[in-house]
């Protein structure tokens, strides 16, 4: 009998045509995450499982969890004899002490054919499948690894996701065999990755190290093989001036990380893996190289209204129309190097999604627009604070359109504003000591000291935020502060952390400026600082009019102190737990659960203008959408981690995200989901660690952003 020894005691079974038997070892019962996620692989045509030509051939796989016993590391096999000859084998995993936690990160002595300047690099290709419904879309990602080289290696693959993706499936496809991945927490899911690493056996591994960054790790990838991961993500799509926006990012921009970070994420070239420091790592292709990675789409697009127009300002769209509200799209091998960006206009604006559970409870996603009356109302007079970033990253065209976009508000001031400009890299300096009336003469002074400004240097954002807020208060004016950055930082705690102690009566506005921008960061500052965010992309004709949209929101008031009244409807556990002000342009989505009958309409009231008002809004028909109950989990952990962030003693938040997370099958930062193929470990002893390099964001200098 062979035996995989790793650190949880685990039943493998594999069968053809009959369902796998429950072994005496398997007494415990399941864990919530692997009723739905229990090792299986799918033959029943699971639409959102990675689909082999030979799948309904070939074996499926079982893991399912069990408390090992106490006082012994193994059990006998049992005896399967009566299942007759479907069963093929059955794997004991038993204990094992702990694998070294140290690893090599380089790959010394590896050699593969090379032509022109591509660089070898196991990831072949990505393709993204995507179906959206109204303001909600489900997608799967489909990573395929392969080995160029002459031996063995294991991959690692930093990436990004949209920080509100809800992951929730994970399948590993080795040859014939597809294996489900379940959900574990993430120091076991650690441990059971680094033992069947080291015995030889092929695994996989998902973690995420932030909201928007994860890390994909395959080990014993023999040379000529190939290994196909697919993971499945839900999330909301934000509705901004008139359109829903998909985005899709492609790559991790390189961070910058304050001197003594041993928590940031770090950017190194090519061939030096490890030397930033940095517990996650990304290494980068030099800009006369390139890899054979390729990114294709394909989106099935049901706006649920009549759509008034698809664009994308970043890729070339492949539309084929199927009726006046769905759209079939692709994108086909796009250089990894940028987000894609789709944005689509309807008719009439979807207001709810629902979905039943079987407990009786009703999850929802509420879209929440602002009263119509807000544009035209005036504004009362504002303070006005510009923060640039000026450091490396932002070098050539980001630091070029970030001026524009502070030149075209500077003119629309009024002579009751007062304005300040800080710029920040390294250091912060600003125009004056103190804001300045917006007269002819001081915005003069502002555009010449606007002109001068260089990107250059590291990136303390946290300088520029201590620059923005810790002046006194004008009691006179609201301070309205616009960052405008990358967001290229390894420290979002410490930067998110400022901007909630900092802010005070203050509105924070993101501007993102770039091509693959850190949305969370950008998002979470506006958050926290009860404003609004945008993201202009280089690629953009007109990166102006996207300014020119943002600064509209300025120029009108906000209805502040948001509440819902939803009548008989029992709502609870709603998120965001504290509604955002709500802005011209700016609907919000409100996730929650409720029981009872839906209403006709629900009652918003807030305050504008220094006055009480409310507003109906009509919810109209229900959508059902299975996805729901996910994205309110999903919800609920974003929420216990921005609670985490700001708590003195995080430990009790930390095991509620975990209880969310495994009673859903969600990946987190303290969740994993982990995959191993048992049926036969592989040759050759220790695979040495191979990084996948990504190209520098297109418009990026990658001379000043990534250390040499």
């Known amino acids: 009998m062979r035996k995989l020894l790793i650190p949880a005691l685990l039943v493998a079974a594999c069968t053809k045509d009959a369902a796998p038997p429950q072994s005496p070892l398997a007494s415990a019962p399941p ?55 479907s069963v ?32 070898p690099l196991p990831l072949a290709r990505t393709d ?4 959206i419904s109204g303001f909600l879309a489900t997608v799967e990602v489909r990573q395929r690894y392969d080995n160029p080289y002459d031996r063995k290696i294991d991959v690692e693959y930093v990436f990004p996701l949209p920080a509100n993706a809800a992951v929730s499936e994970f399948i590993m496809t080795v040859g014939a065999r597809r294996i489900r991945g ?38 014993n990838i023999e040379p000529g093989k190939q290994i196909d991961i697919a993971l499945t993500y839900d999330n909301t799509l934000p509705w901004e001036d008139g359109a829903f926006t998909f985005a899709f990012p492609t790559v991790v921009g390189p961070r910058y990380n304050r001197a003594g970070s041993r928590d940031g994420v770090g950017a190194a070239q090519r061939g030096s893996a490890g030397a930033s420091g940095q517990p996650t790592e990304v290494t980068y292709l030099a800009p006369d190289e390139t890899s054979r990675h390729r990114v294709s789409f394909t989106i099935e697009l049901d706006a649920g209204a009549p759509l008034v127009a698809v664009d994308s300002a970043t890729h070339a769209l492949d539309q084929k129309i199927v009726s006046d509200h769905v759209r079939r799209i692709a994108v086909a091998d ?79 001031l009024g002579p009751a504003d007062t304005f300040q400009i800080i710029q920040f890299s390294m250091d912060a300096s600003a125009l004056g000591r103190a804001p300045v009336p917006a007269t002819p003469d001081n915005v003069a002074r502002g555009l010449a000291y606007l002109a001068s400004l260089r990107g250059e240097g590291g990136t303390e954002m946290i300088t520029g935020i201590r620059a923005a807020l810790d002046f006194s208060p004008d009691p006179q004016r609201l301070r309205v502060v616009s960052f405008l950055t990358d967001g290229y930082i390894g420290d979002e705690r410490d930067i998110l952390a400022a901007v909630a102690a900092k802010v005070g009566s203050a509105r924070l506005f993101s501007f993102g400026v770039g091509t693959a921008v850190n949305r969370y960061l950008l998002e979470k500052m506006a958050a926290f600082g009860r404003g609004a965010v945008a993201f202009v ?51 919000i989505v409100v996730v929650g659960r409720a029981r009872g009958p839906l209403p006709a309409s629900v009652e918003v009231r807030g305050v504008v203008g220094g006055r009480r008002v409310s507003y109906k809004v009509p919810l109209g028909p229900a959508a059902e959408h299975p996805a729901l109950a996910k994205l309110w989990a999903r919800a609920r952990v974003g929420h216990l981690a921005d609670a985490a962030l700001l708590a003195r003693d995080p430990a009790a938040i930390v095991e509620e995200v975990k209880r969310v997370a495994l009673t859903h099958g969600l990946l987190s930062a303290y969740t994993a989901f982990i995959a191993v193929d048992a049926t036969e470990p592989t040759g050759g002893g220790t695979a040495p660690i191979v990084p996948v390099s990504v190209p520098v964001p297109r418009g990026v200098n990658a001379e000043k952003s990534v250390p040499r």
């Open 31 to 85: 864990r919530a995450a692997d009723r739905d996620h229990d090792g299986i692989a799918d033959e029943d045509g699971d639409e959102n499982a990675l689909e082999p030509p030979e799948a309904t051939e070939a074996p499926r796989h079982r893991a399912v969890a069990a408390s090992p016993p106490r006082d012994t590391a193994t059990r006998p096999r049992p005896d399967l004899r009566a299942r007759g000859p």
């Open 88 to 119: 093929d084998e059955v794997w004991i995993l038993a204990r094992a002490p702990r694998a070294a936690a140290t690893e090599p990160r380089v790959a010394p002595g590896l050699r593969a054919e090379v032509e022109g300047r591509e660089v």
């Open 128 to 131: 993204v499948r995507a179906k």
């Open 182 to 219: 379940i959900v574990r927490e993430r120091a076991e899911a650690e441990e059971l990755y680094r033992e069947a690493r080291r015995q030889g056996y092929v695994a996989s591994l998902l973690t995420e190290e932030r909201p928007n960054v994860f890390t994909q790790k395959v080990a």
């Open 334 to 412: 796009a250089a990894p190097d940028r987000d894609l960006v789709l944005r689509y206009r309807v008719a009439s604006r979807p207001a709810v999604f629902v979905h039943q559970g079987a407990d009786g409870a009703t999850s929802f996603a509420l879209l929440l627009p602002p009263p119509a009356d807000l544009r035209q109302l005036a504004r009362a007079p504002v303070e006005m604070v510009f923060v640039v970033d000026c450091s490396g990253s932002m070098d050539g065209l980001p630091i070029a359109v970030a001026k524009r976009a502070v030149r075209q508000q500077l003119a629309r």
């Open 537 to 587: 992309d280089l690629g953009e004709r007109a990166p102006e009019e996207a300014a020119a949209l943002f600064y509209e929101r300025v120029s009108h008031p906000a209805l502040a102190d948001v509440s819902v009244d939803w009548g008989a409807w029992q709502v609870s556990d709603v998120y965001p737990e504290r509604i955002p002000d709500l802005m011209v342009g700016r609907p």
